[in-house]
């Protein structure tokens, strides 16, 4: 089991940057693949980014490629999502996921085993 925490959302102009945070606690946060998924209102959640479990790969969708970076410190069971150049369709709820037995390509909801309860971002034009 594996509890999920996120935090460092809030309201950013267009341009600007936000780092999230996901804290785990539980057992083992280094034998889970971690995600990022954010769902915009009325809108399917959909997959940001993910990272393999000791964090040497990634994979992220195409309309954040050269803007986000996930990472993750298995020290401190924590994984990041650094958002730099933020747009206003970048404006959702940001959810932190880890999964068992899913690999970096992994990017649908069903494919990860825990969630956290969200943190929104929202961009301003």
């Known amino acids: 089991q594996v509890q999920l925490v996120e935090s460092g959302g809030g309201l950013v102009q267009a341009g600007g940057s936000l780092r999230l945070s996901c804290a785990a606690s539980g057992r083992a946060f280094s034998s889970y693949t971690m995600g990022w998924f954010r769902q915009a209102p009325g809108k399917e959640r959909g997959f940001v980014a993910a990272?393999?479990?000791?964090?040497?790969?990634?994979n992220y969708v195409d309309s954040v490629k050269g803007r986000f970076t996930i990472s993750r410190d298995n020290t401190k069971n924590t994984v990041y999502l650094q958002m730099n150049s933020l747009k206003p369709e970048d404006t959702a709820v940001y959810f932190c996921?880890?999964?068992?037995?899913?690999?970096?390509?992994?990017?649908?909801?069903?494919?990860?085993?825990?969630w956290g309860q969200g943190t929104q971002v929202t961009v301003s034009s």
């Open positions: 990272i393999s479990r000791s964090g040497g790969s990634t």
């Open positions: 996921a880890a999964s068992r037995y899913g690999g970096i390509y992994s990017y649908t909801v069903d494919e990860f085993d825990y």
